[in-house]
C-alpha cells in the first residue's frame, strides 16, 4: 500500500476540520470539526504504523488511545454546550463572545456585573 493515499486523505480531512473551526458559528459544528481533525491524525498513526511494519503497533495503540480521548472531550464538551444553550438561550460563538464582552465592559466602567445587578435587586 502507498503511504500517498492516506496522507491525502488524511490532509483533505485536517483542511476540512481546520476550515470548520475557523468558519463556523455553532458551537456543536466547532466540536464536530476538532473531531474531523482527530480523526485525521488517527488515520496518518495508522497508516505509518502499517507503512513502517511495526512490531508493536504503537501507532494503533496510540490510536485507540486517542480515540477514548476524543470520547471524553466530546461528552464534557457537549455538556458544557447543554449548560450554556440552557442559561445563554444561544449557541452562537459570536453572541455568546459578545455577552463575555459586554459584562467585562460593565465591570471596568465601574458598573455591576449582570450577577450583581441580580443579587442586589432580589
Known amino acids: ?10 490532509v483533505l480531512l485536517f483542511s476540512t476540520g481546520l476550515y470548520g473551526v ?15 481533525m482527530l480523526n485525521a491524525v488517527n488515520l496518518n498513526l495508522v497508516a505509518f ?3 513502517l511494519r511495526d512490531t508493536l503497533h504503537t501507532g494503533q495503540a ?3 488511545f486517542t480515540i477514548a480521548i476524543a470520547a ?4 464534557i464538551g457537549l455538556a458544557i454546550v447543554l449548560m450554556v444553550y440552557r442559561n445563554r438561550g444561544t449557541s452562537d460563538i ?13 465591570e471596568e466602567a ?11 435587586t432580589a
Open 1 to 10: 500500500m502507498h503511504l500517498a493515499y492516506p496522507a491525502v486523505l488524511a
Open 22 to 36: 475557523l468558519a463556523r458559528r455553532n458551537v456543536i459544528l466547532v466540536l464536530m470539526s476538532v473531531e474531523l
Open 49 to 51: 504504523d502499517v507503512w
Open 62 to 64: 496510540l490510536t485507540l
Open 72 to 75: 471524553a472531550e466530546i461528552g
Open 94 to 106: 459570536d453572541k455568546l463572545r459578545d455577552t463575555a464582552e459586554g459584562a467585562r465592559g460593565a
Open 110 to 120: 465601574g458598573e455591576p456585573a449582570p450577577a450583581e445587578k441580580a443579587e442586589a
